[in-house]
């Protein structure tokens, strides 16, 4: 969906329905699969929200580009950031992801989240 209009934007965050069915680029263990689902896009792509869904595995973060707001709406994870300090993310929990994080994420069965993305270039 693209903003055309200043009205409120809202999409649900139920059961995934056509989700597009993705890997990670970075994959370190696993069979990893990613379903999202886009609910929001604006200036030019460059502002970006849904919902997005990961089966279990570990695999590398690289938010280069972008700022990363998530916020955990089932399941649970762990975010690993480079000098190994471990962040146990479940239902409930916000987080951001800075401009150049490159972290991993550690996840034993399922997790889904809320994103929005900033592009800074």
């Known amino acids: 969906m693209t903003a055309s209009s200043s009205r409120l934007v809202r999409f649900s965050a139920g059961p995934m329905i056509n989700p597009e069915i993705g890997k990670p680029s970075r994959p370190l263990s696993g069979d990893t699969v990613f379903k999202t689902i886009s609910g929001f896009e604006a200036n030019e792509g460059r502002v970006l929200s849904g919902i997005w869904e990961s089966s279990a595995g570990t695999f590398r973060s ?19 950031d480079p000098d190994g300090t471990v962040h146990a993310l479940a239902a409930g929990d916000p987080f951001v992801m800075p401009e150049g994080y490159k972290g991993h994420w550690e996840v034993d069965e399922r997790v889904k989240k809320v994103y929005f993305i900033s592009r800074c270039d």
Do not use: K, M, N, S
């Not at 280069?64 to 707001?69: A, L, N, Q, R, S």
């Open 62 to 80: 690289d938010t280069t580009g972008y700022i990363e707001f998530g916020y955990i709406l089932e399941g649970q994870a762990r975010v690993v």
